[in-house]
Each structure stands twice: as structure tokens, then as C-alpha cells.
């Protein structure tokens, strides 16, 4: 069973920047996908970066130059910079390879005007 654990976070005002930090344990696939993913309220959850094991990274179009994804191993990284009050939401960290498509608990980004 592969369990993601997240951190960071927060309240921050528009142009300021926070990471996020996912731990996954429990990995026994070298393939697979760590992204995050967030949801604002009364809107769908939308991918907002992913990194693959072979390196390869996307984003959004609406985060592209501001949001930067990494990986070590098995903790994804996302750093994000220039905030926008529309960023707001909860951000979840996800984890995909061929047998698991797990989801962290999320954790709350506010951005404020």
C-alpha cells in the first residue's frame, strides 16, 4: 500500500511564494507519476504539475512559470512562486504507477489579496 504524506502550505499574501512537500512510502514500481493536484471550492480538482520517473515534467497552463515541480526519489517537491489569490485551494498530492492511483489528505493554500 503506497501512503503519501504532505506538508507545507499556508496562508501567504499574492506575490509571495510556499512549498509543498510529498513523502510517499510503500513504492515497489520504478515507473510511475507523483503530481498535486488542487481544488478550489465549488470547482473540479485539476492537475497542476506531475513529475514522471523518467524525469519528464507538466503544468498547467494557468502555473506555468510560476510553479516548479521536483523530485527526490520518492518525495515530490512543489515550489511555488507568485501567488495569486486564485491559487487558492486545497492541494493534493497524487500518486499513480500500474496498480495504485493514491491521494495525499491535502492541504490548505490561501492566498491573499
Excluded: H
Excluded at 513529475?51 to 519528464?56: D, I, L, P, V
Amino acid at each position: 500500500q503506497v501512503q503519501l504524506v504532505e506538508s507545507g502550505g499556508g496562508l501567504v499574501q499574492a506575490g509571495g511564494s510556499l512549498r509543498l512537500s510529498c513523502a510517499a512510502s510503500g513504492i515497489t514500481f520504478s515507473i510511475n507519476t507523483m503530481g498535486w493536484y488542487r481544488q478550489a471550492p465549488g470547482k473540479q480538482r485539476e492537475l497542476v504539475a506531475a513529475f514522471r520517473s523518467g524525469g519528464t515534467t507538466n503544468y498547467a497552463d494557468s502555473v506555468k512559470g510560476r510553479f516548479f515541480i521536483s523530485r527526490a526519489k520518492n518525495t515530490v517537491y512543489l515550489q511555488m512562486n507568485s501567488l495569486k489569490p486564485e491559487d487558492t485551494a486545497v492541494y493534493y498530492c497524487n500518486y499513480k504507477d500500474g496498480v495504485y492511483d493514491e491521494w495525499g489528505q491535502g492541504t490548505q493554500v490561501t492566498v491573499s489579496s
